[in-house]
């Protein structure tokens, strides 16, 4: 059995679930202090209700069912955490000149392109925040994957780079620094 996937899942207090089945799988509705979230899973794994507690339990133990029975579990915790706490992805500017700032949901990057560069965010639930010095970015949201991917699309704009760590990173990442070309000796 699937470590992972035979934990069960804790409801907290504020939070409502409803599951409900369809004719390919089932369909979760998680609803929160932050939001709600619906996702559809996969037949083989049942998710049931049970005492303040969400058990997943899986049809048959074939290579498939056992690696969606813990990813299914994984997903569900998100979607509970994402409601009650949400995700965030803090992102560092480091350049002279580099800034970014928010205007209405668009943040706006100058990045040392000839022209700023725009990026709005996918949904209503997932939020940009930079903070007053225009060089720290904060994206807030109630989906894992939505905030990651977000912070993964601003951190695209511009990479850091190895020389002088110029770009956009996370601000738990570390830069891997080269040693540029020395001055030759004569």
């Given at each position: 059995m699937s470590r992972v996937g035979k934990q069960p899942i804790d409801i907290p207090e504020k939070v409502d679930v409803t599951i409900t089945d369809t004719s390919n799988g089932q369909t979760l509705n998680i609803k929160g202090p932050k939001g709600a979230l619906v996702s559809n899973f996969r037949k083989e794994i049942s998710i049931k209700k049970e005492?303040?507690?969400?058990?997943?339990?899986?049809?048959?133990?074939?290579?498939?069912?056992?690696?969606?029975?813990?990813?299914?579990?994984?997903?569900?915790?998100?979607?509970?955490?994402?409601?009650?706490q949400g995700f965030k992805k803090e992102l560092d500017i480091v350049g002279v000149g580099y800034r970014a700032q928010v205007q209405g949901q668009k943040l706006v990057l100058q990045i040392g392109y000839s022209h700023p560069v725009e990026i709005e965010p996918p949904d209503k639930d997932t939020k940009i925040e930079v903070d007053k010095n225009q060089t720290h970015i904060v994206v807030v949201g109630i989906h894992k994957q939505a905030v990651g991917d977000l912070a993964s699309k601003i951190r695209d704009v511009r990479l850091p780079e190895p020389y002088k760590g110029k770009g956009i990173k996370y601000s738990d990442e570390k830069i891997r620094r080269k040693v540029g070309k020395s001055a030759a000796k004569k």
């Open positions: 005492d303040k507690k969400i058990v997943l339990t899986r049809a048959n133990d074939e290579k498939l069912v056992k690696s969606l029975h813990g990813m299914t579990r994984a997903m569900i915790n998100n979607m509970v955490i994402g409601v009650t």
